[in-house]
């Protein structure tokens, strides 16, 4: 029996609530802590439906940035555990207050500073001789990227090779929004937004290599065909994942991140970069400052705007080459997740599922004592078993498949 606090009622929070609901022989007691109260309330209200009044939710509105505020909050409510599905702006004011009044702490996205672009996990790794001082657990960026293509990194290590050479992640949201949706993020448009105009990075040979930007017209790209969702355009970019991955694979040469997306999605997000709407620093607007991203963010469509229509499937994976008893071998390792099945059992899409579930398997295994250990970590580290991971995942929500291929695919075996 576990009283758990979790912050944010987003497409995130909102799928993780409605699956935390299904299993309240763990999560006997959820508090459920967003500045809008307006969204939590239907959130409780579609879980009552769904649940027939089996779960409640204990609602409360504030804003968890201001550190004293969520500290007397946790105080009153005295949780086991906190889930942050909330801004990453946020991670380390929470973590702080988590480490002063004592509890267990995870997240789904690495820090961020609003007031510049870029992310890193840096700051919260920086936190972890202060967790293991207190006897505390802290697992940052349990979602799916990053988190599950940590965990099928990790897999792989463990199980099915004796070294790893290359890794290649690969998100393909293969969905269709309705035709009247022109331009919409697969998540937080701010968030979503600034990482995407960021340069292009990926780590090999024991350094960082850089190829222009997403936004470039000639950034790079492959063709590949995922298993369920089809045929996409994934193209190079830098993701969170890529920053601790290398430090626990040993002898690891190379690890890149590849995303789908479409032309006009492009065209869209070169023209919005181009006329300054991606800006993040305050502009003057007839005496009153407005930051352009937030107004775009604003004013661009919502989940909720596009779930109920939002059709076909996503593919999130690794492509992974190295030797096992002196032979090269080549797997790969993915999820495939509807976004018409996400929306029906949880009134949220597959870009939401994704994330969530993996973040109740997470929460899960740390109530169940099944993962555990002191100070602040990923969900690759060694003292975590991903196989116990994966198996939990699968009974939450999210299946997975080991895929043997021949070779590493056309385009990932190039050089860029």
Known sequence: MSRILVIGCGNVGSVGLHKMAQ??????????????????EATRDSILKRSKGKVELALHEGNVGDGKDFLKLLKKIKPVLVVNWGSPYDNLVVMDACLEYGVNYIDTACYEDPAKYGFSYKLQLAKDKDFKKKKLLAITGAGFDPGVSNIFSAYARDYEFDAIDTIDILDCNGGSKDKKIKFAPNFDPEINLRELILPIKFWENGKWEQRGKLIDEDAPYIDFDFPEAGNFTPYLM????????????PGLKRI????????????????????????????????????????????LPKGKDFNKTYKGKTNIGNVIAGTKDGKKKVIYIYNVCDHAEAFKETGGNAIGYTTAIPTVACAKLVLDGKWGGVGVKNTEDKSFDPKVFLEEMAKT????????LKDVPKGLDKEW
């Open 23 to 40: 299993f309240p022989d763990v999560f006997s007691e959820i508090h459920v802590v967003s500045r809008t109260t307006e969204k939590m």
């Open 238 to 249: 830098y993701h969170e994942e890529l920053e601790t991955i290398p430090t626990h694979i």
């Open 256 to 299: 890149r991140f590849w995303m789908t997306f479409s032309k006009s999605y492009l065209t869209y997000l070169r023209v919005l970069y181009e006329v300054g709407l991606t800006r993040i620093d305050p502009i003057d607007y007839n005496g009153t400052p407005v930051v352009p991203v937030k107004f775009l963010k604003a004013i």
């Open 397 to 404: 929500g999210l299946t997975w498949t080991v895929k043997k």
